[in-house]
C-alpha cells in the first residue's frame, strides 16, 4: 500500500481529486488514466532512473497547476500535454515501455500502406489492401500480446 504521507502518495490523492473535478470527456480526452499508470511506473522506477524521480515534482506542479485552474473555472492543458509528452516518450524511449494496443494502431497503418503498394504492384489494390490489413492486424496484435506478457505495457 501506498504511504499518504509520501510525495508519491499525494500525487495520485490529487490526480483523483482532478479527475473528480473535470468532465468525464475532458478525463478521456487528455488520456488522464494513461498518465496515471506512466505516473506508477515513474514512482517504480525512480531508484533506478533520475529522469523518472525528476517526473514526480514535475508532475505534482502540473496537478496542482491544474487543480487551481480548474476552481478559477479556467483551465489550461498546454502544460499538462507538453509533460504528458515528455513522460510517456521516456518511458517508450528509455524503458521500452507502449500503451495499450499501440502495435495495433502503428500495424494497421503499415499493413495498409504495405497493401496498396503490393496492391499496385500486381495491378490489383482490392486484393492488395485486405492483404496487408490483416497481415498488419496479425502482427500488431501479436506484438501487443507479447508485450503485455513481458509487462512492458504502460
Ligand atoms: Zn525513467
Known amino acids: 500500500m501506498e504511504n499518504n504521507k509520501e510525495p508519491s502518495g499525494e500525487v495520485f490523492i490529487k490526480l483523483d481529486e482532478l479527475k473528480a ?3 468525464p470527456k475532458k478525463v478521456k480526452s487528455l488520456n488522464i488514466q494513461l498518465f496515471e499508470r506512466a505516473i506508477r511506473r515513474a514512482v517504480a522506477l525512480q531508484e533506478e532512473c533520475d529522469a523518472c524521480k525528476n517526473f514526480l515534482p514535475g508532475a505534482a506542479g502540473v496537478i496542482d497547476e491544474m487543480l487551481t ?3 478559477e473555472d479556467k483551465v489550461k492543458y498546454k502544460e499538462y500535454q507538453i509533460f504528458y509528452k515528455h513522460l510517456i516518450s521516456h518511458m517508450q524511449q528509455t524503458h521500452k515501455l507502449v500503451s495499450e494496443g499501440s502495435y ?3 500495424w494497421i497503418s503499415l499493413g495498409l500502406a504495405i497493401g496498396l503498394s503490393f496492391g499496385t504492384m500486381i495491378s490489383n489494390i482490392s486484393l492488395g489492401i ?3 490489413l490483416v497481415m498488419g492486424v496479425a502482427i500488431g496484435t ?3 500480446a507479447d508485450a503485455k506478457k513481458k509487462g512492458r505495457i504502460i
Open 21 to 23: 473535478s473535470l468532465d
Open 69 to 71: 485552474q480548474v476552481k
Open 104 to 106: 495495433l494502431g502503428m
Open 130 to 132: 485486405p492483404i496487408g
Open 142 to 144: 501479436s506484438m501487443d
